[in-house]
């Protein structure tokens, strides 16, 4: 099998090409290398890395020649960075989601496996959310996720491109991102340790995550090339089991400040799974007390 992996040299997408190359794939990265998240990028010497835009055609649309599977991952990917530049995420999240769906489509690859948020539950929905709730988004960040959602759908339902795409919830582990002051929590938590700082407690600390090993986010990737059920659907990918920031305090073990709550973030979130149960015969095995352990 061939495989293209948008963002494949940043945290998920590297993790990823590590498992298919495992499993004796092909593997094509495209990663403009762009993100102000990662302290470095992550490369397998057996795959192929094109550095470019996905939201450039001409130079991206060659590398889509002969692959059976495109799993979209690379995307400006953090809420607030989002709301500071929310064009940039719109030409990335929503045009660059645009072209590698036509890219894909002219190529003849058989599905494309695309990467969106649980961020689109926003507040009016209550815990445990489940794909068929509306969407409220709160940002621009949710906003372009879910448009590259109803992309996903029409070039399923339209052109006759099969896609998948998955809700993560708050993925942690191997090569996370810790860089910066809107890091995600577990990693922010851990550098801050590690370097003798006071973990940053956003608001109250009360809010909850349901929070999703890397490995098991892999594993649904891989899963969702063999299902033949869910195409042009959402899934959540997500344990169904949430912890409050201050319950991290407790895990992680140290000094901790509150600092002021932010804008366009939601409250609660915490996934039903069942639908990836019963097509991707999907079960998360990470625990999250496991890894800070």
């Known amino acids: 099998m061939k495989a293209l992996v948008t963002g494949g040299a940043g945290f998920i997408g590297s993790n990823l090409v590590d498992a298919l190359i495992v499993k004796g794939w092909e593997v094509i990265v495209i990663d403009n290398e762009s993100s102000d998240a990662h302290e470095q990028f992550y490369y397998n010497s057996q795959a192929k890395y094109i550095k470019y835009s996905i939201t450039n055609y001409k130079a991206i649309r060659p590398c889509f020649e002969g692959v059976d ?22 030409e990335v999240n929503v045009v660059g989601t645009c072209t590698v769906l036509q890219c894909a489509r002219e ?22 959310l489940v794909e068929t709730m509306s969407k409220d988004c709160l940002n621009p960040y949710s906003v372009t996720k879910t448009a590259g959602e109803e992309l996903c759908k029409i070039y399923n339902d339209l052109f006759g491109l099969e896609t998948i795409t998955f809700r993560y919830f708050n993925v942690y582990g191997p090569r996370q991102c810790t860089k910066g002051q809107y890091a995600p929590v577990i990693g922010l938590f851990l550098r801050q340790k590690a370097n003798g700082e006071p973990m940053t407690v956003v608001g109250d600390g009360l809010q909850t995550r349901d ?13 969702a ?16 089991k949430s912890y409050n920031i201050l319950d991290l305090v407790n895990l992680i073990k140290g000094d901790y400040v509150h600092i002021d709550p932010r804008p366009g973030e939601c409250r609660h979130t915490k996934a039903d799974n069942k639908k990836a149960k019963k097509i991707l015969k999907w079960e998360p095995t990470e625990t999250l007390e496991n890894y800070l352990k």
């Open 69 to 90: 599977y495109v799993f979209h991952l690379a995307a400006e990917s953090r809420i607030q960075p989002a709301i500071q530049n929310p064009i940039l995420a719109t």
């Open 107 to 128: 190529a003849g690859v058989k599905r494309v496996i695309y990467s969106s948020t649980s961020s689109a539950y926003g507040l009016k929905n209550e815990p445990p």
């Open 211 to 223: 929070y999703t090993h890397v490995y098991d986010v892999v594993k649904a990737n891989i899963l």
């Open 225 to 240: 090339t063999e299902c033949t059920e869910g195409l042009g659907e959402i899934i959540n990918i997500g344990t169904g």
